[in-house]
């Protein structure tokens, strides 16, 4: 089991910048994967980020590269997701999970039904 928390969402400004978090408890292995998915109001869930828990690799949806950052500290099996240059459409709620065992092998890592775990999401608005 883990069990995740997140935390950090709140109300910016379009420019504006937020950093997630996700702090993990429980079993969690090197082979791990992470990833931040949003939900918009009316809309389908969205892979937004996944991160590969041993080493840090890193890989983005295109409508977020180059804006969020996703990373980790291991010390305190926190995931982060760094968001810069916020759009009005970047709002939504936005949920970390976890599954353990390497989804970036099979490449399935931007599919949420491939995870175990899920937070219970924190809301970000950007206002224009």
């Known amino acids: 089991q883990v069990q995740l928390v997140e935390s950090g969402g709140g109300l910016v400004q379009a420019g504006g910048s937020l950093r997630l978090s996700c702090a993990a408890s429980?079993?969690?292995?090197?082979?791990?994967?992470m990833g931040w998915f949003r939900q918009a109001p009316g809309k389908e869930r969205e892979f937004v980020a996944a991160l590969r828990w041993s080493g840090g690799s890193t890989y983005y949806a295109d409508s977020v590269k180059g804006r969020f950052t996703c990373s980790r500290d291991n010390t305190k099996n926190t995931m982060y997701l760094q968001m810069n240059s916020l759009k009005p459409e970047d709002t939504a709620v936005y949920s970390c999970?976890?599954?353990?065992?390497?989804?970036?092998?099979?490449?399935?890592?931007?599919?949420?039904?491939?995870?175990?775990?899920w937070g219970q999401g924190t809301k970000v608005t950007v206002s224009s």
């Open positions: 999970a976890a599954h353990n065992g390497p989804l970036y092998y099979s490449g399935t890592f931007y599919q949420h039904t491939a995870y175990d775990y």
């Open positions: 429980g079993r969690t292995f090197s082979t791990t994967t």
